[in-house]
């Protein structure tokens, strides 16, 4: 029988590399998304479509629906949907706050809450969390979006213990720079939130230190087939990272003290 899994944010970036990761193994594979129309051409793989965007409830029951009545089961679920709200904390809207959390954080934990009965009828199952190093480190001008991770992280961590006993696992995939649409989008944020205020010289550093980078990211394959290595072990790991100095800053996170670390990240932006 083949497995069932369902990947959010899968138009683009990991997702849709997840996406075709996933189908030439073997995998039943539902790509789901805001904009349908950006994975029409995953269609043509095999790959089923679903139209999910996961501050809409209702979107998100109906795409559970569709996919237990068609198949009957559902073995992992990839919570991949999610951007970046990057600006300072004085100066994003709390309009943008509440909506960053509600896509990264609140979104993914009702699409968790809709696949967790049908995993635990099965007795099994494998939730995988995207958050990022973000989720353990925080930059300047990235507060409410490592707020996100870091809660996603959280959540990783309370879900592992409470699903193990149903034959669940709950691994967390972080991410480090890759070359996706996500930086674009989290730089215009910026621009929009703090290009002209009082963090206008920390802002315009950190939009050039991305564009520096951007030439060193490695491409979305390199995440997908963490992915694929995470759901096909008999017992994963918790956490796997991978990426653009994924590696060194974890491990500088992990030996600095708070104030060394703070210094570190603000020397990239001075």
């Given at each position: ?25 073997g995998?039943?594979?539902y ?6 129309e ?10 089923k479509l679903?139209?999910?965007?996961v501050t809409?409830?209702g ?5 559970i629906?569709e996919i ?7 073995d ?5 949907a ?12 709390m309009?943008?706050?509440?909506y960053?959390?509600?896509?990264n ?10 696949c ?6 099965q007795q ?16 300047p ?10 809660a996603?992280e ?6 592992r213990m409470?699903?193990?006993?149903f ?9 480090g720079?890759?070359?996706t649409?996500?930086?674009d ?5 910026l621009?929009k ?5 009082p963090?206008?010289?920390t ?15 490695p491409?979305?394959s390199?995440?997908?087939n963490?992915i694929?290595?995470?759901?096909n072990?008999t017992n994963?790991?918790?956490r796997?990272h ?5 590696t ?7 030996i600095l003290?708070?104030?060394l670390?703070?210094?570190?990240m ?5």
């Amino acid at each position: 029988m083949k497995k069932v899994a369902l990947i959010s944010g899968a138009s683009s970036g990991i997702g849709k590399a997840t996406a075709i990761a996933l189908a030439q193994n073997g995998y039943t594979v539902y790509a789901a998304a805001r904009r349908i129309e950006k994975m029409n051409d995953l269609s043509k793989t095999g790959i089923k479509l679903l139209k999910m965007d996961v501050t809409d409830d209702g979107a998100m029951i109906n795409g559970i629906s569709e996919i237990i009545n068609n198949e009957g089961r559902i073995d992992v679920l990839i919570n991949n949907a999610g951007y970046g709200q990057y600006g300072a904390i004085e100066e994003v809207s709390m309009k943008d706050a509440r909506y960053q959390m509600e896509v990264n954080v609140i979104g993914l934990a009702r699409l968790t809450q809709l696949c967790i009965p049908h995993m635990r009828k099965q007795q099994s199952g494998k939730i995988i969390n995207i958050t990022s190093i973000g989720g353990k480190i925080s930059s300047p001008l990235g507060g409410w979006y490592h707020a996100s991770k870091f809660a996603v992280e959280a959540l990783s961590d309370n879900m592992r213990m409470e699903l193990k006993p149903f034959g669940i696992d709950v691994i967390v995939i972080e991410p480090g720079g890759i070359k996706t649409s996500w930086g674009d989008i989290a730089m215009d944020n910026l621009a929009k939130s703090s290009s002209n205020g009082p963090y206008k010289n920390t802002a315009e550093k950190m939009v050039a230190m991305n564009k520096k980078f951007e030439p060193r990211l490695p491409e979305p394959s390199l995440i997908a087939n963490l992915i694929l290595k995470a759901i096909n072990t008999t017992n994963p790991k918790t956490r796997y990272h991978a990426g653009f100095m994924a590696t060194p800053i974890l491990m500088a996170k992990k030996i600095l003290s708070d104030k060394l670390f703070d210094k570190m990240m603000m020397s990239q932006v001075k």
